[in-house]
DNA sequence: TTTTATTGTATACAATATAATACAATTAAG
DNA sequence: CTTAATTGTATTATATTGTATACAATAAAA
C-alpha cells in the first residue's frame, strides 16, 4: 500500500518539458522533503500510480536520479535512496565547512547593513519559535541563505549548488536534538556580530566552529544510535 | 576569411549523440584552448562550414553555451566570447583562493607518499622545462590536478568543476610574464613541502598566498596593460 | 542610400525519443 | 516448490526533436 507520499496542492500535474522530468523533479523534491528517507525503496509502480503516469517515465527518472547520486539501481530489486556512509559525510561536513566559513567571511566584508539587520531579525524570530523544530529549521535555512546572498560570491554560489543534492540525503535536521537549536542560535549569534564588526577572519571561524559542531550532532545522530 | 581554429587531427567528426551537442563540445574546446578569445565575435557560417553542418545545430550550440555562461547572445549581432569584468575576475580568484587553499590543507592531511614525490618530481621537471611556457602550463595543470586528488574529497572536486568552464574564460597563461614561471615554482614548493610535514594550515596559508600572488599577475595582464 | 554580410524565422522531412502496454525473468515469501 | 510481487525487456504508435534549406529582417559599410 502506498503511503501517503503527496503533497496537499497542485499535484500531480508537471509539464514543463516531460514527464520523464516531471517524475524527476517531484521525486527530488519527495527525497530532498524526506518523504523518502535514505535505504528506502522506491517501486516504479507505487510512483506511477501516484503520478499517474506509466512505468516508463519513471524509469527515466530514476536513471537521472542516479547520474545525480540520491538513489542507487540495483540489478532485479530497483531503487534506494542512496544513503552516505560515514566517510561521505565526513567530506560533505568538511566542504560545507570550507563553504559556510567563506561565506561568513565574505559577508563580513560585504553585506549590507539591511542584510545584517534581516540576520539579528531572523534570530529574535528563532528564539520566538523555540519549540517547533520544523519553523526553526526553516529559519535557519533562510539564514544561510541570507549569509551566501550578502558574501556576494556568484562563483562561491556555484560551488555551494555543486552540494545541494547531496547535502539533501540528510536533511533530516539535527533541529530534533533536545538544546540543538538553542546551542545553534547561539553560535549563529556570535557570527553575525563578527559581520557587523566587519571582522572576516572573525566571522569565518565562528563559522567554521558552528559547522563542527553539527557535524558533530549530525554524526551522533546517524552513527551512535 | 576564417582563420586557422581547426585542430590538427581527427577534427570535424563528432558523433556521441547530437550534432548540436558535437559542435558545443568542438566550441568549448577552442575557447579553452584559446583558439577563440574573450571578446571575439563567433560566426554561426563560419562554424557551419568549419565543422561540416547546417546553422541550425550551431544555434543550439550557441544557446548551451550561452547558459554555460561561455558566449553572450545579443541580437542581430550573435555570439560574442565572455569577458570577464574586473569583479568578476577578482570573485572568481577568491573562490580559487579558497579552494585551491582547501586542497592544499586537506592534501597535507592525506597525501600518499607516492603523491608526494610526484609533486616533487613535477616541479623538478618544471625547473627542467625553463623557456617554455606552453610545457610549463602544462606541468602546471598537473600539479593542481594532482593536488585535488590528494585531498580525498569528492565534494571539494565538485565544487571546483562547477567554476572551470568560467576559468577556462581566461586561460591565456600569466606564465608569459617574464619571470612568473620561476616565481610559481618556489611558491610551489614551499606549499609541497609543507604537505609533506603534514602541516595542514601551513599548506593552506601558501596556497592562499600562491592564488594571491597569481592574482595580481592576472589582473596586471588583463586590466593595466 | 545602396550594398553586403550576417542573423533571425519558417518550413518540410527524416530521425529519434517518449510513453503505454504486454510479457518474460527474477527474487522473496509462504 | 509454488506463488506473488516486482523489475527487466520488447513492441508499438505518437510526439518531439534534429537537420537542412530557403527567405526575410537587420545592421554595418561603401
Given at each position: 500500500?502506498?503511503?501517503?507520499?503527496?503533497?496537499?496542492?497542485?499535484?500531480?500535474?508537471?509539464?514543463?518539458?516531460?514527464?520523464?522530468?516531471?517524475?524527476?523533479?517531484?521525486?527530488?523534491?519527495?527525497?530532498?522533503?524526506?518523504?523518502?528517507?535514505?535505504?528506502?525503496?522506491?517501486?516504479?509502480?507505487?510512483?506511477?500510480?501516484?503520478?499517474?503516469?506509466?512505468?516508463?517515465?519513471?524509469?527515466?527518472?530514476?536513471?537521472?536520479?542516479?547520474?545525480?547520486?540520491?538513489?542507487?539501481?540495483?540489478?532485479?530489486?530497483?531503487?534506494?535512496?542512496?544513503?552516505?556512509?560515514?566517510?561521505?559525510?565526513?567530506?560533505?561536513?568538511?566542504?560545507?565547512?570550507?563553504?559556510?566559513?567563506?561565506?561568513?567571511?565574505?559577508?563580513?566584508?560585504?553585506?549590507?547593513?539591511?542584510?545584517?539587520?534581516?540576520?539579528?531579525?531572523l534570530?529574535?524570530?528563532?528564539?520566538?519559535?523555540?519549540?517547533?523544530?520544523?519553523?526553526?529549521?526553516?529559519?535557519n535555512?533562510l539564514f544561510h541563505?541570507?549569509?551566501?546572498?550578502?558574501?556576494?560570491?556568484?562563483?562561491?554560489?556555484?560551488?555551494?549548488?555543486?552540494?545541494?543534492?547531496?547535502?539533501?540525503?540528510?536533511?533530516?535536521?539535527?533541529?530534533?536534538?533536545?538544546?540543538?537549536?538553542?546551542?545553534?542560535?547561539?553560535?549563529?549569534?556570535?557570527?553575525?556580530?563578527?559581520?557587523?564588526?566587519?571582522?572576516?577572519?572573525?566571522?569565518?571561524?565562528?563559522?567554521?566552529?558552528?559547522?563542527?559542531?553539527?557535524?558533530?550532532?549530525?554524526?551522533?545522530?546517524?552513527?551512535?544510535?
Open positions: 500500500m502506498p503511503k501517503n507520499k503527496e503533497k496537499p496542492a497542485e499535484n500531480k500535474l508537471n509539464f514543463e518539458t516531460s514527464l520523464g522530468e516531471g517524475v524527476h523533479s517531484q521525486l527530488k523534491d519527495a527525497i530532498r522533503e524526506g518523504r523518502y528517507s535514505p535505504g528506502e525503496r522506491i517501486r516504479e509502480a507505487e510512483v506511477a500510480v501516484w503520478l499517474n503516469v506509466s512505468r516508463t517515465p519513471v524509469r527515466e527518472a530514476f536513471r537521472r536520479l542516479q547520474s545525480d547520486g540520491l538513489i542507487i539501481l540495483t540489478p532485479w530489486r530497483g531503487a534506494q535512496v542512496a544513503e552516505l556512509d560515514r566517510n561521505q559525510v565526513v567530506e560533505l561536513y568538511a566542504m560545507r565547512r570550507v563553504l559556510e566559513g567563506t561565506a561568513a567571511g565574505f559577508a563580513a566584508l560585504h553585506a549590507t547593513d539591511a542584510e545584517i539587520d534581516y540576520l539579528f531579525e534570530l529574535r524570530q528563532d528564539e520566538i519559535a523555540k519549540g517547533d523544530p520544523a519553523v526553526q529549521a526553516n529559519l535555512r541563505e541570507t549569509l551566501y546572498a550578502a558574501a556576494r560570491n556568484r562563483y562561491l554560489l556555484k560551488a555551494s549548488n555543486a552540494l545541494a543534492d547531496s547535502l539533501a540525503l540528510l536533511r533530516s535536521t539535527t533541529y530534533e536534538i533536545p538544546g540543538r537549536p538553542d546551542t545553534a542560535r547561539q553560535e549563529h549569534l556570535l557570527i553575525v556580530n563578527a559581520i557587523k564588526e566587519g571582522n572576516s577572519d572573525k566571522a569565518d571561524l565562528f563559522a567554521r566552529a558552528h559547522i563542527e559542531k553539527a557535524t558533530q550532532a549530525r554524526l551522533a545522530l546517524l552513527f551512535e544510535e
